[in-house]
């Protein structure tokens, strides 16, 4: 199946700084890929040469088959930008009208499309009024019209509550299902673990990581911490049993590699009514995803 | 089409919520009326009808009124969709930025258009209830309403070049009411002042009526008062410029809008959002 997205070692400098460098990614009909990356790590730089709306240096890039910006492309493409605004003095329904039109479709979708994000109830009242959760749905209504192929969300959850936040996703699922391909961007691995296919973090211009969640987990070989809380008086024999433990307080700290847990939990085991407690910690996502954002750093 | 038709619709719904129809109208239909009621002790001295009269008078005032609502609706135009960020999502969809830029253009005219006819329209009710005669200037004053209409499409796209080159609202407007100075005030001062020093020399003859043509306000008045039978009833830069043919500032102010619409464009397409 040919990508809907492809790039192939795109740069893009300003100045003396490299915004994007090499960076090579293809997103297949249907695929829904989360960017991930710090403010000014290249997200909101590559999502807008995808648009067309600024220029790129070198490489090549291809959406929806067509070259970024051209109208071929445009016609193909949604976005939403992050923190959508709109003109104040329209309202939600009359805005949305107006977008419709743009793309060529009927106005008379506009209260469908609202309804299908929540905002129903607000489409007569001016977006002035409106909640910054409020504008998003009308961004996000927005990139429902028509049947976009590609989908380019620049973070698009902030400003939205958690149960909306669900629903958002719920939206996306079934777009994806219908074959249009995703690519939206956030700064928290947290927000788009279960709900993506893929994941690529940028770090400064780089792509440094990339796959599914579980790739990443795997890739990070970050270690397993244990805490592990001796019973009264038994301290000092739990301490000589593992030496390399880190006491503080009343509980010691461990930590190895995935590959040596299962040992490391039998030694622990092995000291019977000796302990308390036990608590194993995993990484967690964001140390994950601290893990590649900082290796690019260096 | 229907993107420019579209545009077109919610630029006029914005400024109507914006009061810009409202404040338009409402200082046209003033002027005019102003004009009408101060012109009316000059006939008899001049012998021209009523109309021609407040046509000649109107005439200097759409020279300084027209560019200015010109202006003031345009330095926003591309300014504040930067500003307020609504640009980046705009230039996402399908539409051209000539076709976006023209849908502004329609929407603003078709208000300076109202406001134009309006204002014009009550001077001459006001003129034929008391001078029956005042029939015979309206050739005069619909001459006066389109190259009204044209000198406000120039001015609508030199607005928009303004805005698409400043990128922020407050320099926008800045740069809109210095233009104004510049073009409206300061260029036919200048002119008399090169005039009295030249004392009837080659820049008299020559550059004189070139940089007049040049001027699109000043192609505006030339052309109405050289057309108009009142042209004697005007004082001023046009009674030098005789001399300049009524075809050449008539090319004058109808090539100024499609030119000021062009520059507006090459603008425009150097904004990255």
Redesign the interface.
């Known amino acids: 199946m040919t990508p809907t997205l492809s790039l192939q070692c795109l740069t893009k400098t300003y100045g003396a700084q490299r915004a994007l460098s090499e960076v090579s990614v293809t997103v297949a009909p249907g695929e829904r890929v989360a960017l991930l990356g710090h403010n000014g790590a290249g997200k909101s730089t590559m999502m807008k040469i995808i648009l067309g709306l600024i220029p790129f240096d070198s490489g090549d890039l291809q959406v929806a088959g067509a070259a970024p910006g051209t109208a071929e492309a445009r016609r193909h493409v949604a976005y939403l930008p992050e923190n959508a605004a709109f003109h104040p003095a329209l309202t939600g329904l009359e805005q949305i009208r107006h977008y419709l039109s743009l793309r060529g479709e009927s106005p008379s979708l506009a209260m469908d499309l609202l309804q299908r994000v929540g905002l129903g109830q607000a489409a007569t009242r001016r977006i002035g009024t409106y909640s910054k959760g409020m504008r998003q749905r009308v961004g996000l209504a927005q990139t429902l019209i028509g049947k976009p192929r590609l989908l380019v969300l620049d973070e698009p959850t902030s400003g939205l509550d958690p149960v909306s936040r669900r629903d958002f996703y719920e939206l996306l699922d079934g777009l994806a299902a219908d074959g249009a391909s995703i690519l939206l961007s956030s700064h928290a691995l947290t927000e788009v673990e279960a709900r993506t296919d893929r994941i690529l973090i940028l770090s400064g211009g780089h792509l440094v990581a990339e796959g599914s969640l579980a790739d990443l987990r795997r890739m990070a070989a970050l270690p397993i911490t244990f805490h592990v809380s001796p019973r009264q008086g038994a301290m000092a024999e739990v301490v000589l049993a593992l030496p390399e433990a880190i006491a503080s307080g009343g509980t010691l700290t461990l930590s190895c590699q995935q590959d040596q847990k299962l040992r490391l939990l039998a030694r622990i085991s092995d000291l019977g009514e000796r302990i308390a407690d036990i608590d194993v910690q995993p990484p967690t996502l964001e140390d994950i995803y601290g893990r590649f954002s900082k290796r690019a750093g260096q | 089409m ?2 420019i ?3 077109a ?2 630029e006029f ?2 400024a109507l ?2 009061r810009w129809v409202a404040m338009s109208i409402a200082m046209m239909a003033l002027f005019a009326l102003v004009l009408s009621a101060a012109g009316s002790s000059a006939v008899g001295t001049i012998g021209a009808d009523r109309l021609s009269v407040v046509v000649a008078s109107l005439t200097s005032l759409a020279v300084y009124l027209v560019p200015l609502v010109a202006l003031l609706m345009s330095f926003d135009a591309i300014a504040g969709e930067v500003e ?3 640009l ?2 705009l ?6 930025r000539p076709e976006l830029l023209l849908g502004k253009l329609l929407a603003h005219l078709a208000i300076l258009t109202l406001a134009v006819a309006i204002g014009y329209g009550i001077a001459a009710v006001a003129a034929l209830a008391v001078d029956a005669d005042a029939v015979a200037g309206l050739s005069s004053l619909w001459r006066l309403m389109w190259s009204s209409v044209l000198l406000g499409a120039t001015f609508l796209g030199i607005g928009y070049a303004i805005s698409a080159l400043a990128r922020r609202s407050s320099g926008a407007a800045g740069l809109a009411i210095g233009l104004w100075l510049g073009l409206i005030v300061l260029y036919d001062l200048g002119l008399l002042a090169a005039i009295i020093a030249d004392n009837g020399g080659y820049f008299t003859t020559k550059v004189f009526p070139a940089a007049l043509l040049a001027n699109p306000a000043d192609a505006f008045r030339l052309y109405n008062l050289a057309a108009s039978q009142a042209t004697s009833a005007a004082a001023g830069v046009s009674g030098a410029a005789n001399t300049i043919p009524v075809w050449a500032s008539l090319t004058s102010i109808l090539l100024w809008p499609i030119a000021a619409f062009a520059i507006a464009i090459a603008a425009f397409r150097k904004v ?2």
């Open positions: 229907t993107r038709t579209a545009t619709e919610t719904r914005i919520r914006n307020r960020g609504t980046p999502l230039l996402t969809y399908p539409a051209s990255t959002p």
